[in-house]
Antibody, heavy 118, light 107 residues
Framework: EVQLVESGGGLVQPGRSLKLSCAASGFTFSNYGMAWVCQAPTKGLEWVASISTGGGNTYYRDSVKGRFTISRDNAKNTLYLQMDSLRSEDTATYYC???????????WGQGVMVTVSS | ETVLTQSPTTTAASPGEKVTITCRASSSVSYMHWYQQKSGASPKLWIYDTSKLASGVPNRFSGSGSGTSYSLIISSIETEDAATYYCQQKSSDPPMTFGGGTKLELK
């Protein structure tokens, strides 16, 4: 059974950092691209970042470029999102999701809440 | 960036009725994907590659479209279908984008 379990969320002050983790199991992690998708309270879904199977290619939405870094450790079956210079508008639930070739997300984690507030 | 516009944003239907949700793209896309999200839960893949049903999705659901116009259709809605549905595309270059969502309620 495919499982994606996020952790690392919480309350953080503006300008500070947070690192999210996503532990994957039930599939060969290194064979799949992965992504982070967020959802602000009562809002819709927004793609945040994606990473290729080996980690050599990364992609970001404009609003997080230069502040967020997606990475992965295939030996540990874990996806990461380093979030720096956090802003109030980054407040959201962050989902880890598995990528398929034509660009859809076939499995999602349960989500982790990030609240940026003083 | 390809913007996806869903319509309607909310809709209500009675059990047994047919429901169509439309997703229009600001530029042509190759495929459209759809997700179902119920309150307090993670999104679930519902339809992928425009018309393929994800595992476990009832066959009263279907997807169609091409270019800039795509649809999710429920032939005969049931109470368990109440949820918010999102379309999503991936063009050749990032970013991939989601529609704003359509909230489907049962009367």
């Amino acid at each position: 059974e495919v499982q994606l379990v996020e952790s690392g969320g919480g309350l953080v002050q503006p300008g500070r950092s947070l690192k999210l983790s996503c532990a994957a199991s039930g599939f060969t992690f290194s064979n799949y691209g992965m992504a982070w998708v967020c959802q602000a309270p009562t809002k819709g879904l927004e793609w945040v970042a994606s990473i290729s199977t080996g980690g050599g290619n990364t992609y970001y939405r404009d609003s997080v470029k230069g502040r967020f870094t997606i990475s992965r450790d295939n030996a540990k079956n874990t996806l990461y999102l380093q979030m720096d210079s956090l802003r109030s508008e980054d407040t959201a639930t962050y989902y880890c999701a598995r990528h398929k070739n034509s660009g859809y997300f076939d499995y999602w984690g349960q989500g982790v809440m990030v609240t940026v507030s003083s | 960036e390809t913007v996806l516009t869903q319509s309607p944003t909310t809709t209500a239907a009675s059990p047994g009725e047919k429901v169509t949700i439309t997703c229009r793209a600001s530029s042509s896309v190759s495929y459209m994907h759809w997700y179902q999200q119920k309150s307090g839960a993670s999104p679930k893949l519902w339809i992928y590659d425009t018309s393929k049903l994800a595992s476990g999705v009832p066959n009263r659901f279907s997807g169609s479209g091409s270019g800039t116009s795509y649809s999710l259709i429920i032939s005969s809605i049931e109470t368990e279908d109440a949820a918010t549905y999102y379309c999503q595309q991936k063009s050749s270059d990032p970013p991939m984008t989601f529609g704003g969502g359509t909230k489907l309620e049962l009367k």
